[in-house]
């Protein structure tokens, strides 16, 4: 993951292995300085959100454990001062931390719990304690939140639906609007009958809105599947 730190600057998250690994470089490519984090166990690092001349990471570590080598993954934020220089570390629930906004004093995080794969937007304070619970109980992900124009926050992601009647779930593209105290705006879940789902969301240069993510359906409104799976950009 990529963010503008101003002055064409820009900051780079990424991780090997049990190291987690931020880069500072300039508008052509040249290397700052650059930050490695050791973790006990295999770390990714997905999103950045910078506030107040300190940074804020949000991702997961993962390991394993039994003899059927099950999966564990835990939420982890990493902050640090303007330089990478760690400041705190905030992990420990089970579930991945997919996408981290910070507003005043409050932290917007937003992701997915494990074992029952449900999506959760959450408010956090500062120190990580949980402020106020947006969306629980809600299966799916949360992959990308940014700030709109108006001041309210766009997320998108995937959100699974279920038919009893068939007994059958498929995972469609959901978007939701809330403002920056966590009350719901509004919700839309679209999508067809094989797997749709948004990973990222950008404001563009000239006050648009870019959105990625991925197309499996071949019955989705006013898109085309070309494919198995197709990249898209809405």
Known sequence: TIEKTGANEYLIAGHNLGEGILIKIDSDGNEIW?????????????????????????????????????EVFETLILKTDKD??????????????????????????????????????????????????????????????????????????????????????????????????GDIISEETFGGIYGDKYNSIKKGKNGEYIIGGTLSSTDTANLTNKGRQDAIIS
């Open 34 to 70: 650059q930050k490695k984090y050791d973790f006990s166990n295999d770390v990714v690092f997905e999103d950045i959100a910078i506030s107040n001349e300190e940074i804020f990471i949000a991702g997961y570590t993962r390991y394993t454990y039994g003899v059927a080598h099950i």
């Open 84 to 181: 990478g220089n760690e400041l705190q570390r905030i992990e420990g629930n089970t579930g991945t931390f997919n996408t981290i906004n910070v507003i005043d004093d409050s932290i917007i995080i937003g992701g997915m719990e494990e074992m029952v794969n449900n999506c959760f937007l959450k408010i956090l304070n500062l120190d990580g304690t949980l402020k106020k619970s947006v969306l629980e109980q809600t299966a799916g992900t949360l992959n990308s939140v940014t700030k709109l124009i108006d001041g309210t926050y766009l997320g998108v992601g995937s959100k699974t639906t279920y038919n009893d009647d068939t007994n059958e779930s498929k995972y469609q593209f959901y978007i939701i609007n809330f403002d920056k105290n």
